[in-house]
């Protein structure tokens, strides 16, 4: 018994036949069921194919086809009209496959210009990596532009691939500049080893000077001389932050010796100096007294006995000294001040210069009375009270002129 459809049949041995244009083609045998299952085998062949035509064409419409996945494809349907191995439609087929490669070629060329975009778009930014990598290879910020330049190295990697001799010329520049930015970083740093070695030898001198004055008793020459240190050490170059810290603390232990001891004897003779304030202070009790000054010599005698007194008292804490001594040259300043105004009321020619200047103020009331005298007999009336007028200021011009000479000699 035959069993047939409208593209082949299958005979009652299970052999499938393809009604093809030069008659009937066998094309398999199906001995796993009934004949119609073999023709359903057959047929159902037929119908994935052209579903799968179907979806990949519509793929292609959609910009989404897959190149590998479409020439595979096409070699299926190559194989399936040369040695058929299915039942259906083969101009459908051949038709389906046709409309694959019209469609096929239209996408290879939108993904052709993707790609050359792409190209483009990295080997643009290729030679924005490579004009910024020029641009740091004289940095001297060595750690920022050497973790740039690692940033850049990464980003040149994650790049597709562009035009290979434009994107090997590119890299040697890229290359070229990073090798530069290299090469005087290790320059420098190898110099800096070479100063931080010095340093280290500088800075174990200075912390031995340091520890060899840190039991001295002078503590005004060593306090000089600590300073001198510290001054040095500022100026000598520093050594690896670890080992800086290292010296320092050395360096800092010998000086926080001596300025403890330095603060110790300082504590003791402050306490010996706190007496000696409160005496001074005594002192200037009595010397404070005898402001506002009166008698001049009865004041610089009691004066010279708190001086005496004063030198005797000895040192006080050094944040009361300049306050108290200042206070002391206050009464001193007032007893020399006084005295000085006397001394100058005495000199004989500021005593002449009063003098004559009482004599020439009666020389001149009296040529204005004899003026006055001679306008009132000339009946000069205006005249007269004009000189009354000038004579009642000379006169007292004169007045203070003789106050002030009776305060001299």
Do not use: C
Not at 209 to 229: C, M, Q, R, V
Not at 301 to 330: F, M, S, T, Y
């Amino acid at each position: 018994m035959t069993t047939t459809n409208e593209f082949g049949y299958v005979d009652d041995e299970g052999n499938v036949f393809l009604n093809a244009p030069s008659g009937p083609t066998k094309i398999g045998q199906y001995a796993a069921g009934e004949p119609n299952e073999g023709l359903e085998f057959f047929t159902k062949r037929y119908h994935d194919l052209i579903s799968e035509i179907e979806l990949a064409a519509a793929r292609l419409k959609d910009g989404k086809g897959n190149v590998e996945s479409i020439t595979a494809l096409i070699d299926r349907i190559d194989k399936a009209i040369e040695n058929p191995n299915l039942l259906g439609d083969f101009d459908k087929i051949r038709a389906g496959k046709d409309s694959l490669l019209a469609g096929f070629e239209e996408h290879k060329a939108v993904a052709s210009a993707k790609k050359a975009e792409v190209k483009a778009a990295a080997l643009a930014k290729r030679e924005e990596i490579v004009a910024l990598a020029e641009s740091l290879a004289n940095s001297t910020a060595w750690k920022v532009t050497g973790e740039k330049y690692k940033e850049l190295l990464d980003q040149w990697k994650k790049l597709p691939n562009a035009d290979r001799a434009k994107e090997q010329e590119l890299w040697k520049r890229f290359s070229h500049a990073r090798s530069a930015f290299d090469k005087a970083r290790r320059a420098y740093f190898s110099t800096l080893d070479a100063g931080r070695t010095e340093a280290v030898s500088a800075k174990k001198a200075l912390i031995k000077k340091a520890d060899e004055l840190a039991e001295s008793t002078e503590w005004a020459n060593t306090t000089t001389a600590y300073k001198k240190l510290m001054d040095e050490w500022k100026a000598t170059a520093r050594a690896a932050k670890g080992q800086e810290e290292k010296l320092w603390a050395e360096f800092k232990a010998a000086q926080d010796k001596f300025f403890a001891n330095r603060n110790a004897a300082n504590s003791v003779r402050d306490e010996e100096f706190t007496k000696n304030l409160e005496v001074k202070l005594e002192l200037l009790k009595k010397a404070e007294a005898l402001l506002p000054i009166t008698n001049v010599d009865s004041a610089k005698a009691a004066l010279r006995e708190i001086q005496e007194a004063w030198e005797k008292a000895g040192h006080v804490p050094r944040n009361d000294k300049d306050k108290i001594e200042r206070r002391l040259k206050a009464v001193e300043d007032a007893i020399r001040s006084v005295q000085e105004e006397q001394w100058h009321r005495s000199k004989p020619e500021v005593v002449d210069r009063a003098n004559s200047l009482v004599t020439s103020f009666e020389a001149s009331i009296a040529k204005l009375e004899k003026q006055k005298a001679a306008a009132a007999t000339a009946g000069k009336t205006a005249d007269v009270s004009k000189l009354e007028t000038q004579i009642a200021q000379a006169q007292g011009l004169l007045e203070a002129a003789r106050s002030g000479a009776a305060t001299l000699g």
